[in-house]
């Protein structure tokens, strides 16, 4: 629970500088010559799961990893896909069920709002997806699915012109599909995560020389 | 032609893996088993397993009661038709149903085991309550048939009795009620001369013996099961 509200803090903080960064208005958005395609960016994904669900009082969550693809449309707005995964460990088999391992996948796609300040991009974008949690019982595995929607808070750095590092928080939802009795609705009817990542950006075009 | 039966490959390959996906839980699905155990003088038992099991011995929820005799578990549910089972103080419902004379299926010895199961193919059942589950005292029966040396007689013979798993359907109208156990008549002619049966059943309960001796009408026996240990001889 410590680690869960440390990490809690850590993640606000990464958003409030993200946002603080966003309001500065010093440098140019993309004006000069060269063609700002988008970008592409991967890295592991730390999921933290809060609030009364099984997400969080029944599984042990580890480490996966997030790639997502931003191709810009009109100006500042970025969409395209996004991918991620993590894996657990099942903590709790009495409330959750007897399985021992779930994988959960998800593809969706993002719309963002993007500011280059300087050699900083802060973007903040909101996602909708689907969500499959892969589950490995005895013998045998099985699924539960649900709609994700995510709010994606996003800060990178460029160290060169088609390179960069980013760091970004996910407040996310899972609107869980499992059909359960109303005893366990609290436990199965959602699952909240405010997910941590940071890893790899690749700038697309020749845009970000003249940023 | 090579590429012919590259598709033959590819064709069975893909089969192959599609079945070997095939399932028997069932996806986006929960159900909660509740219930309470108690002996024959309602006194609370604790620490005995309940497990919810597939056809296919897949584990998908278990646990044991508490001091009070209560348990709640989140279980999966198998997809039909494979059939969902809980089972109260016994190892896995697969086994019991082909084995279930066999007391090696019972957890704790001191008491006797029930098997409930769903074979319905109508699963939106989301709660199992079990109710209170009353568990009696584990009883065994030494049946002896002795043929008196020098007779000429025979014997037809079969035992009714509640089994020391007793089975419950879960789509029935009485969860207290297990399923008889019987068996089926057995001749022995002449040549028989001492016959030894172990039934594994109840304290409290009893064991009907029911018998055609030369043909002759049928007569009933009834053994109560009065001590864990009981001998029954029997001579014609």
Known sequence: MFLNIRTFVLALFISSTAFAQQTETTKIDSLGPGKNIGNISFGPYFPIAFGDNFANNGLDLKMGARFSFKIKTTKDFYVGPYFSFFKSNVSDPELIGNYFRSNNYLVGGMVNYEKHIGDFDASIGIGVGYSTYRNHATGDNFSDTATAVWLNPELSYRFSNYLGVYASTELRHDFMNVNVPKELKDTFNGANYINISFGLRINLGTAHKYM | ?236
Request: glycine content about 4%; proline content about 3%.
């Open chain 2, 1 to 236: 032609m090579k590429r012919k039966h590259l598709f033959q490959y590819l064709f069975l390959g893909i089969a192959f893996v599609l079945q070997s996906c095939e399932v028997d839980i069932m996806n986006d699905k929960r159900v909660l088993v509740t219930g309470t155990i108690v002996d024959s003088n309602n006194n609370p038992i604790s620490n005995i397993s309940v497990r919810s099991e597939t056809s296919r011995e897949a584990l998908l929820g278990e646990t044991i009661s508490d001091e009070n005799g209560q348990f709640e578990f989140t279980s999966l549910m198998s997809k039909p038709p494979y059939n969902f089972y809980i089972a109260v103080n016994s190892k896995p419902f697969s086994e019991i149903w082909h084995y279930h004379y066999d007391t090696e299926l019972i957890e704790n010895i001191d008491y006797s085991a029930k098997a409930f199961y769903d074979e319905s193919n109508n699963r939106n059942a989301s709660t199992y309550h079990l109710g209170v589950i009353q568990l009696n005292k584990y009883a065994k029966l030494n049946l002896h048939i002795n043929n008196i040396p020098g007779d000429t007689n025979t014997l037809e013979y079969k035992l009714n009795y509640d089994s020391a798993i007793c089975r419950v359907n879960l789509n029935g109208n009485d969860l207290n009620r297990c399923e008889d156990d019987e068996s089926e008549f057995r001749f022995l002619d002449s040549e028989y001369s001492d016959i030894h049966i172990n039934v594994e059943s109840q304290l409290g309960t009893t064991v009907t013996f029911i018998y055609k001796l030369n043909g002759e009408p049928e007569q009933t026996i009834s053994i109560p099961l009065t001590n864990p240990e009981n001998t029954y001889v029997f001579e014609y």
